[in-house]
T-cell receptor, first 115, second 112 residues
Framework: GAGVSQSPSNKVTEKGKDVELRCDPI?????LYWYRQSLGQGLEFLIY????????KSGLPSDRFSAERTGGSVSTLTIQRTQQEDSAVYLC?????????????FGPGTRLTVT | GEDVEQSLFLSVREGDSSVINCTYT??????LYWYKQEPGAGLQLLTY?????DMKQDQRLTVLLNKKDKHLSLRIADTQTGDSAIYFC????????????FGKGTKLSVKP
């Protein structure tokens, strides 16, 4: 079956512009996660959705970052007024959360470069 | 806060065993995971272990868990060049949302 997909795969933007990153989770997965992977760093948790609600937004690095999820499926991560330190790979993962193992399945990521 | 530590690099010869080590801090972690990331790709779940287990074997992969020392290891037997990748150790956050806390990853290089 189809895995997690993300678009675009690469995005180059100028400092100060807004960007939207999209994630299509595996069908039927109720939980969705966004992470950020910076060069030489591990993965940094950003936000988690259970259904359409985000119980915990504390991982978002600043108020320039926001995310939404509609229909319990597609999610969009928006970064306003991008800064060079926002350059990273943004990874999305989904989880069925029914097995008790809470395994997460990752998309290929969106590589964001802010010039 | 919770933290996961791994060594950054490991180099082995093809056919040898690789052992990647990880330490974690959250004693309430119920599951620990190993992910593999090949260049330009997302993370692929390799295996996981439940915290009440000491060992789990899955084909060439062996996971050892020392809960007392909060130490996790991944052994890859008969390492192949296709195993070259970054390996991430992760623990499940003890909170309710289930997000994972990752180490910085160990880059495994396999020399022919």
């Amino acid at each position: 079956g189809a895995g997690v997909s993300q678009s675009p795969s690469n995005k180059v933007t100028e400092k100060g512009k807004d960007v939207e990153l999209r994630c299509d989770p595996i069908s039927g997965h109720t939980a969705l996660y966004w992470y950020r992977q910076s060069l030489g760093q591990g993965l940094e948790f950003l936000i988690y959705f259970q259904g359409n609600s985000a119980p915990d937004k504390s991982g978002l690095p600043s108020d320039r970052f926001s995310a939404e999820r509609t229909g319990g499926s597609v999610s969009t991560l928006t970064i306003q007024r991008t800064q060079q330190e926002d350059s990273a790979v943004y990874l999305c993962a989904s989880s069925p959360r029914t097995s008790g193992i809470y395994e997460q399945y990752f998309g290929p990521g969106t590589r964001l470069t802010v010039t | 806060g919770e933290d996961v530590e791994q060594s950054l690099f490991l180099s082995v010869r093809e056919g040898d065993s690789s052992v990647i080590n990880c330490t974690y801090t959250d004693s309430s972690s119920t599951y620990l995971y190993w992910y593999k990331q090949e260049p330009g790709a997302g993370l692929q779940l390799l295996t996981y272990i439940f915290s009440n287990m000491d060992m789990k074997q899955d084909q060439r992969l062996t996971v050892l868990l020392n809960k007392k020392d909060k130490h996790l290891s991944l052994r890859i037997a008969d390492t192949q060049t296709g195993d070259s990748a970054i390996y991430f150790c992760a623990e499940r956050d003890g909170g309710s949302q289930g997000n994972l806390i990752f180490g910085k990853g160990t880059k495994l290089s396999v020399k022919p």
